[in-house]
């Protein structure tokens, strides 16, 4: 979904800056791209180009619990049963919607499995998000690992808004839309002038451990 957002708002003439973890997908063209392998990396890098925008997209579905230790040799079998201590990983969303006088739109991506909309809801409030965006991920025939997906649109004033499963270029399209009118609407009240359009933190698995829905 990271990637489709990136291609569409450069085919409408923004500037992105596209950071992503190790993945098997093709940055768009004419997009900055940013690899990172942990979420530690990720963190620090979208923290380094956020304020240099005016539109934050954090798609990523970065883990929420690292290895308290990481072993730099191969961990022998012992026992029947072994126990690994998890510490959590630093949250970028909530430090971002946390920023005193931040600038920039802030768009964050709700993984859901079930009570979809309430739970999404509950995440814009508490990570001070703009905006939400609530996909339900029970099932496999969209959303995570599929070319499909149907979304909610939550925002902290007025009603939600749906757009049912399609191809998620076609939705990162939609969105992109979207986006760009809430950012002028907002830019507009504020009497600044949108200069760049930058995506953050847009691709699944940034970590290399377990991948748990931010």
Known sequence: MGYAIAEAAVETGHDVVLISGPVNLTPPCGAKFVLVSTSDEMFDAVHQHADKSDVCILCAAVA???????????????????????????????????????QFLLIGFAAETNHVEENAAQKLREKNCDIIIANDVSSTKS????????????????????????????IARELVKIFT??????????????????????????????????
Do not use: C, H, W
């Open 64 to 102: 929420d619990y690292r290895p308290a230790n990481i072993s730099p040799t191969k961990i022998k079998k012992r026992g029947e049963r072994f126990s690994l201590e998890l510490i959590r990983t630093r949250d970028i969303l909530d430090s971002l919607g946390r920023q005193p006088d931040r």
């Open 143 to 170: 959303g995570m690992e599929s070319d499909v997906n149907e979304v909610t649109i939550l925002f902290q004033n007025g009603a939600p808004q749906k757009i049912s499963r399609a191809p998620k270029k076609i």
């Open 181 to 214: 009118k809430f950012a002028t609407k907002m830019f507009d009240k504020k009497n600044v002038t949108i200069t760049e359009t930058q995506l953050s933190e847009v691709i699944p698995n940034s970590s290399p451990f377990p991948r748990i829905a931010d």
